[in-house]
């Protein structure tokens, strides 16, 4: 079966409506079957939330702007300016290759 959540719900919809008028009892097998598949379906779920939430995170981050310097408080400190990071791709985080 795909990985899609809304496969996954349709599949389960399907298999419980055909006992919408004749009525079904559930073996305490079919029971543990039945959690375990939305057991499955909760975590499919949490990932697309996830993602969701990671997309929306990385957004917000692309779409602020540095702060404009700001004249210094006193003599002895030097105010930065923010730079831009390029953004990193798959699989390259920047950093040296020591565990």
């Not at 599949?11 to 009892?25: E, N, S």
């Not at 079957?33 to 939430?53: C, Y």
Request: charged share 30%; proline share 4%.
């Amino acid at each position: 079966m795909s990985e899609f959540l809304s496969d996954h719900l349709k599949a389960t919809r399907d298999v419980l409506k055909g006992h919408a008028h004749g009525g079904k009892t559930f073996s305490a097998d079919e029971i543990v079957g039945l959690v375990e598949h939305l057991d499955e379906l909760a975590r499919l779920a949490i990932a697309m939330e996830n993602d969701l939430s990671r997309y929306r995170w990385n957004d917000l981050a692309r779409r602020e702007r540095p702060v404009e310097p700001q004249a210094a408080p006193a003599d002895n400190v030097i105010m930065f300016t923010c730079v831009r990071r390029e953004r990193l791709g798959p699989g390259n985080t920047g950093g040296g290759g020591a565990a």
